[in-house]
């Protein structure tokens, strides 16, 4: 006697390999969608790109200028003319120039805004960073509060500033220089501060000290507070970006 066939367990098995089949394929470009979204920058064609950014320990987050939204970076990704830089607790990081292949090796919780002219400049707002110019660069100038370092070509320093206090008022902070070679130049920053990144005449800014190589200085700074560490926040963090 044959056994009748159950025609509804077979149609119900089928139906559910065709509902479980449309949910993976949908979860798969879902995925897809969600991966490519964590790996697009917020630079445009209309960034000018400066530099690459390296990593030894952890990752940095960068934020565009003239954007709010902070993003994590991979090792190698592009630095941006008006970027500002920011590192975590940990976090080693170095930045290479095209231009000249000047270097910036940042340490941890250490935050910074890279403004680049004929002498690249630094707006350091904390932390600490090993500064080397190189030998066919024009230097590199370092503002942080109210003073102003400039490293010549093929000079090397570690500058230090401790993190401000306050985020809504300026305060006073010793920052401190180490000259391994070449020297520093420790100038007031100028009341127009389009100075420091324009040819600017050696009398226009008066020249405090200078730091030789094998010395450590310390100078006192007031510092004004970032306008984006105030707005930086968790939830203004963009995932990892190519």
């Known amino acids: 006697m044959k056994k009748k066939r159950n025609t509804k367990s077979v149609s119900r098995k089928i139906i559910d390999f065709v509902i479980t089949t449309v949910c993976l394929v949908g979860i798969g470009f879902a995925g897809y969608g969600f991966y490519k979204e964590l790996n697009v920058s917020l630079a445009d064609s209309s960034n000018k790109e400066i530099g690459s950014i390296y990593f030894k320990k952890k990752t940095a987050m960068r934020r565009l200028k003239h954007k709010t ?12 003319d008006g970027d500002y830089i920011q590192t975590g607790e940990l976090s080693e990081a170095s930045i290479i120039f095209t231009k000249d292949g000047s270097q910036i090796n940042i340490l941890e919780n250490t935050m910074f805004q890279i403004v680049e002219g004929e002498k690249n400049t630094l707006k350091f707002s904390c932390g600490t960073i090993n500064v080397v110019s190189g030998d066919k660069s024009k230097g590199i100038s370092i503002q942080t509060g109210d003073k102003v370092f400039d490293l010549e070509d093929n000079t090397s320093a570690v500058i230090s500033v401790p993190k401000t206090e306050s985020v809504v008022k300026e305060e006073k902070q010793t920052a401190i220089v180490a000259v391994s070679s070449g020297s520093v130049k420790v100038k007031e920053t100028p009341k127009t501060e389009s100075k420091i990144f324009k040819n600017t005449k050696k009398d226009e800014v008066k020249i405090e000290q200078t730091i030789s190589a094998g010395d450590v200085g310390t100078v006192e700074t007031t510092i004004k507070p970032i306008e984006v560490e105030k707005k930086s926040s968790q939830n203004n963090i963009l995932p990892v970006v190519k």
Not at 69 to 80: A, C, V
């Open 69 to 80: 939204m902070w993003e994590r970076l991979q090792t190698n990704s592009p630095i941006y």
